[in-house]
T-cell receptor, first 114, second 110 residues
Framework: NAGVMQNPRHLVRRRGQEARLRCSPM?????VYWYRQLPEEGLKFMVY????????ESGMPKERFSAEFPKEGPSILRIQQVVRGDSAAYFCASSAGTGNTEAFFGQGTRLTVV | GQSLEQPSEVTAVEGAIVQINCTYQ??????LSWYQQHDGGAPTFLSYNALDGLEETGRFSSFLSRSDSYGYLLLQELQMKDSASYFCAVEGDSNYQLIWGAGTKLIIKP
C-alpha cells in the first residue's frame, strides 16, 4: 500500500507561469488536505477536499490558487501566474475520515519561482 | 488570533532526555498533535492528546493540560536519528484544520 504520493518533488517556474501540483492519496483515503510551509516555519492549512467537493478553502488565497479532487485521478493544486512569494514547500495529506489524527503526509513539492 | 508557541531550538546529548513545550491560544480545541519532520522530509505523526494526562509510545511521551493550554513532548534515550524539527499542532475550531506551531529544531550532540 503506497503512501501519499506527490509529484513533482521539485518544480521551478518563472514568474507569471502556472504551477500544477499533484497528490495521490493513500488507497482507501477520500479526504485530502493541502498545506504550505515556508522555511523555518510550521505548516499553514490551505484547503480540505473530499472527492469532487471542496469542504474548506479558507486558508487558500482567493486569487490565482485553486484546488480540485476529481472522482478519478489525483488532487490538483493549481497556482496561476506565480510570483516569488509562492516559493514554498507544498504538502498534501490524506485520511480515511474526518480529522487529522490519522492523516498521512506526502513528501511535498518544493516550488521555486525564479 | 490563534497561535502556538514552542521554542525554536533545543540542544541535548545522545542518551539524554529532552522536553519540548508547547502553549496554545485557539478559539476551540479538539486535540493536540505532535509531528516530527526531518530536513527535506514529510511531517510524520508522533502522538495525539485529546484529554489531560500523559500518553506514552515507546521512547516518546506526550502530555496535555487543557486548563493550562499547555502540552509537551518528552523524548527519552535520545538517538542521533532523533535530530529533526518537532511541531505541535492543534485541532481548533474544526477537527480537520490543524493549526501548527513554528517548530522546534532538536540538535543532538554525541
Amino acid at each position: 500500500n503506497a503512501g501519499v504520493m506527490q509529484n513533482p518533488r521539485h518544480l521551478v517556474r518563472r514568474r507569471g507561469q502556472e504551477a500544477r501540483l499533484r497528490c495521490s492519496p493513500m488507497k482507501g483515503h477520500s479526504h485530502v488536505y493541502w498545506y504550505r510551509q515556508l522555511p523555518e516555519e510550521g505548516l499553514k492549512f490551505m484547503v480540505y477536499l473530499q472527492k469532487e467537493n471542496i469542504i474548506d478553502e479558507s486558508g487558500m488565497p482567493k486569487e490565482r490558487f485553486s484546488a480540485e479532487f476529481p472522482k478519478e485521478g489525483p488532487s490538483i493544486l493549481r497556482i496561476q501566474q506565480v510570483v516569488r512569494g509562492d516559493s514554498a514547500a507544498y504538502f498534501c495529506a490524506s485520511s480515511a475520515g474526518t480529522g487529522n489524527t490519522e492523516a498521512f503526509f506526502g513528501q511535498g513539492t518544493r516550488l521555486t519561482v525564479v | 488570533g490563534q497561535s502556538l508557541e514552542q521554542p525554536s531550538e533545543v540542544t541535548a546529548v545522545e542518551g539524554a532526555i529532552v522536553q519540548i513545550n508547547c502553549t496554545y491560544q485557539t478559539s476551540g480545541f479538539y486535540g493536540l498533535s505532535w509531528y516530527q519532520q526531518h530536513d527535506g522530509g514529510a511531517p510524520t505523526f508522533l502522538s495525539y492528546n485529546a484529554l489531560d494526562g500523559l500518553e506514552e509510545t515507546g521512547r516518546f511521551s506526550s502530555f496535555l493540560s487543557r486548563s493550562d493550554s499547555y502540552g509537551y513532548l518528552l523524548l527519552q534515550e535520545l538517538q542521533m536519528k532523533d535530530s529533526a524539527s518537532y511541531f505541535c499542532a492543534v485541532e481548533g475550531d474544526s477537527n480537520y484544520q490543524l493549526i501548527w506551531g513554528a517548530g522546534t529544531k532538536l540538535i543532538i550532540k554525541p
